[in-house]
């Protein structure tokens, strides 16, 4: 089978490593990529939001199975894009329909999905500059602190948790009249502030039938004990101690089941993953927020837990028969770390040469943001490695990719000391 892998993240890096496992693979390309994705496969210089130039690649290499990485492609619709050209029908494509991907395009299409379906989510309203007026008598209905979040993609910089009144009416101004986050922002969502602990869970489903992947909770924040700004993940660990068998069971009977039911009876076309930001309060589950894809950098966790072929799931997806297939995790537990360029996620210079990447033989290094010059590794971004190892429990694993961070250095580079310090 010859595979296509979209992105160039460190969710692409841990997958390209995991297919290339996979004893069904012919060939694997990675479009974009970056310099860790290429011992895994090919890497092709693709701008991915051009599906004309996605369809002239998948011709001419004798694609079987095209799998979408990140969230972008799938809100523009590239599965539509898929299913609608008597070419590419036949394709195998993994990820939801442009439709199905509104659960993560659009915070007022799954709130008022998650609404419909009786599934448990904070009280929320939705907002427009022409209902602003009512938006701000919303805020003034609300309890401290008031959430804010832009309705379409914002790359994980659309959410304000604010403690005044007064600050959030003049941040829901600002957004929606003066175009703080853009398009975006153009309708805003206000959430009632739920306060928990957060973990997320994932799946993955052709439609009907849909398998359960370990959970993971990941760190947001760039200083340590949770302070300063949201980036776009500082490390992640799998398995959550606080996730025992009656709070999953909770999320599968009152989250997991009315999500995939709602979408199959609303007529929505969805093959791939999803993943459920969650909230655990006072023992229930609460849903903050939907991807439609993996997460980063819970993937880097996730799938290094997989034991069986990922390519298997894969194929078992796109024929509707992902029921019949067999997933198998390992009972180690795995923790990654992000090693990020000095000033993310504000102002940071990239071109840095990484160092120490050979020395690191117990852990998994899966690269975030860089490009190769020459033999060199350079960085190439904010986030630019993602260091992963396993453990007997959750502990041993972070101290394990610790000691392996200790060994790469480049240029200003930053990193967290308390991941997953909280659960231990």
């Known amino acids: 089978m010859n595979v296509l892998l979209l992105g160039s993240g460190g969710r692409e890096s841990a997958l390209a490593w995991k297919l290339a496992q996979s004893s069904m693979q012919d060939q694997l390309f990675i479009a974009p990529g970056n310099a860790g994705t290429r011992p895994w496969g090919k890497n092709v210089p693709m701008n991915i939001l051009d599906f004309e130039a996605v369809k002239t690649f998948v011709l001419a290499n004798k694609i079987d199975l095209v799998f979408v990485g990140p969230e972008e492609p799938l809100v523009l619709g590239i599965v539509d894009y898929f299913q609608s050209d008597d070419e590419l029908r036949s394709i195998g494509i993994i990820g939801p329909s442009k439709a199905g991907a509104q659960l993560e395009g659009s915070k007022s299409f799954a709130?008022?999905?998650?609404?419909?379906?009786?599934?448990?989510?904070?009280?929320?309203?939705?907002?427009?500059?022409?209902?602003?007026?009512?938006?701000?008598?919303?805020?003034?209905?609300?309890?401290?602190?008031?959430?804010?979040?832009?309705?379409?993609?914002?790359?994980?910089?659309?959410?304000?948790?604010?403690?005044?009144?007064?600050?959030?009416?003049?941040?829901?101004?600002?957004?929606?009249?003066?175009?703080?986050?853009?398009?975006?922002?153009?309708?805003?969502?206000?959430?009632?502030?739920?306060?928990?602990?957060?973990?997320?869970?994932?799946?993955?489903?052709?439609?009907?039938?849909?398998?359960?992947?370990?959970?993971?909770?990941?760190?947001?924040?760039?200083?340590?004990?949770?302070?300063?700004?949201?980036?776009?993940?500082?490390?992640?660990?799998?398995?959550?101690?606080?996730?025992?068998?009656?709070?999953?069971?909770?999320?599968?009977?009152?989250?997991?089941?009315?999500?995939?039911k709602g979408l199959s009876q609303e007529g929505i076309d969805y093959k791939g993953f999803i993943f459920f930001g969650l909230i655990n309060v006072k023992g229930d589950p609460y849903v903050i927020e939907y991807n439609c894809r993996l997460g980063d950098p819970e993937t880097e966790v996730v799938v290094p837990r997989i034991k069986s072929d990922l390519l298997d799931l894969l194929e078992g997806v796109v024929t509707n028969t992902l029921s019949e297939r067999d997933i198998q995790f390992t009972e180690l537990s795995a923790a990654t770390v992000m090693m990020v360029s000095g000033g993310y996620p504000n102002h940071f210079e990239k071109d840095k040469i990484i160092y120490g990447l050979n020395a690191v033989t117990d852990s998994l290094v899966f690269h975030a943001a860089t490009k190769s010059d020459g033999p060199k590794i350079l960085t190439n971004g904010g986030r630019v490695l993602s260091v992963t190892s396993y453990g007997k429990n959750i502990e041993l694993a972070i101290a394990k990719s610790y000691e392996s961070i200790s060994k790469i250095s480049f240029d200003q580079a930053y990193y967290r000391t308390d991941i997953g310090k909280d659960l231990t």
């Open 111 to 260: 709130k008022e999905f998650m609404h419909r379906h009786r599934i448990p989510t904070a009280k929320f309203g939705s907002f427009s500059l022409e209902t602003l007026r009512e938006g701000i008598a919303f805020l003034r209905e609300m309890k401290a602190p008031y959430v804010l979040k832009a309705d379409g993609l914002a790359a994980g910089k659309g959410v304000l948790i604010l403690e005044q009144l007064e600050e959030a009416e003049l941040e829901l101004t600002n957004i929606l009249l003066d175009e703080k986050f853009g398009a975006a922002g153009k309708r805003v969502v206000i959430e009632q502030f739920l306060s928990g602990t957060e973990l997320s869970m994932f799946i993955l489903t052709d439609g009907s039938s849909f398998k359960v992947l370990p959970e993971a909770k990941d760190y947001k924040r760039i200083g340590e004990r949770d302070q300063g700004p949201n980036t776009g993940g500082m490390g992640a660990v799998s398995p959550v101690p606080f996730a025992d068998a009656g709070f999953k069971d909770k999320v599968l009977n009152q989250i997991i089941i009315p999500t995939v």
